[in-house]
């Protein structure tokens, strides 16, 4: 799918448009300067809200909800979690899953409304805070690793090795090069903003606590999707949209790393380039005219990155729902203790560096495997971040 056509979502604030002054990093007073990591009371084990997940989504098969040879596994020695493709046969690629739009956090989005994110934050953490009365709590179960069913008093990140959640000290190694000072800065302008979002919150949204509404800002901005998905309006692109359902990314599904593929998986192959063209022309061309949504897709948002999977989400007005179906490309085999399994990746897109460790907090072809302290305090994932990173943007 976003192989295929993908709409390029840079930083709210743009490194590039930063000249190389005095980080924000450096200022003690700067309260949100440094946003910890998770609290050992907010970091759960993250198979908690699998399980409350799936009985979630069992409960909507009579509206058409399905999932056909994927499942959630934890992947990369248990430090990584993902979905996991069951079968053996191409055959099976089509179609692994169906999300019912009524099982779908949406909002109407347009290019001039810069609150789209603001809104769909607060409408995340309004069905979190519901607990097991929400009509999502599988879902927010799946994004809060059950934290939502247990009246915490905060939810762990959904990127948690995300620049935002370095240290003083973590964050000082990127300072070795120009373009990690402006990284740096581009970071520090973006919680500047979503702090003024939170500050410019009507009356009736102050009931959410900062806390809160950060960590959605966070889920929203690594997991969102727009598109022309029909029904929302009669313009003119109305019969294009209901004939068409291609996903174009805004920021985009789970954190995670996926570093290489398999290319003799040829048992996976489903020749779907043709099949992907069609709806790809049909969308750029609905998207001219007529109403958008922001939605965050349960599921299909747990599968990691791989820029070129050729993946295809598409809405599918027959089923009135959201649709995954994969290609060979999609499939990532590991080999671990527990044996041999196949990830399953989706793309995010072209995403650049910069972007990749603000918002997902993850670079490409660097894994959790090769990090020691994983389990402390994350500092070596995150100092072979700062290697990379610094190794190709000197």
Known sequence: MRALCCSIVCLASSCAAFAPVRSLLNNPNNPIAVTSSPSAETT?????????????????SSSGARISHIRHTMFHSQRLRGLEFTSTSSQDLNRVAIIPRKMVLSIP????????????????????????????????????NGANLLDCKSFPSTAPDALRHWTYDQRSLLEQSEKGKRLLQAEQQQQVKWKNKYDALSAEKQNISLDDFLWAMEAVHSRAFRGDFGALD?????????????????????????YSTDPGMNQYYIPMALLAASPV?????????????????????????????????????????????????CLVKEKDETGEKAQVC???????????LV?????????????ANYDNDRSGIRKLLAEAYISRNP
Not at 237 to 258: E, H, N, W
Not at 287 to 307: F, Q, T, W, Y
Request: charged share 25%; aromatic share 10%; proline share 3%.
């Open 281 to 329: 022309v049909l969308t750029m061309i609905a998207n001219k005219k007529g109403s958008k949504e922001a939605v965050m897709l349960p599921l299909i948002d747990s599968a990691n990155h791989l820029e070129e999977a050729d993946s295809l989400i598409e809405f599918d007005p027959a089923v009135d729902g959201f649709v995954l179906s994969l290609g060979r490309k």
């Open 359 to 371: 918002n997902y907090g993850f670079l490409r072809g660097v894994t959790m495997n090769e990090a």
């Open 109 to 144: 989005y347009s290019e001039e409304d810069y609150e789209w994110d603001t809104k769909l934050s607060c409408r995340l953490v309004e069905e979190c805070r519901k607990g097991k009365n929400s009509l999502y709590y599988g879902y927010c179960a799946l994004l809060t």
């Open 234 to 258: 009669s313009g003119d692109g109305s019969k294009l949209r209901k004939m068409t359902s291609l996903l174009l990314p805004l920021a985009a599904l789970a954190f995670g790393v996926v």
């Open 44 to 60: 759960t084990d993250p198979t908690a809200g699998i399980a409350p997940f799936e009985e979630w989504f069992e409960s909507n």
């Open 346 to 356: 989706i793309s995010y897109g072209l995403r650049g560096d910069s972007e990749l």
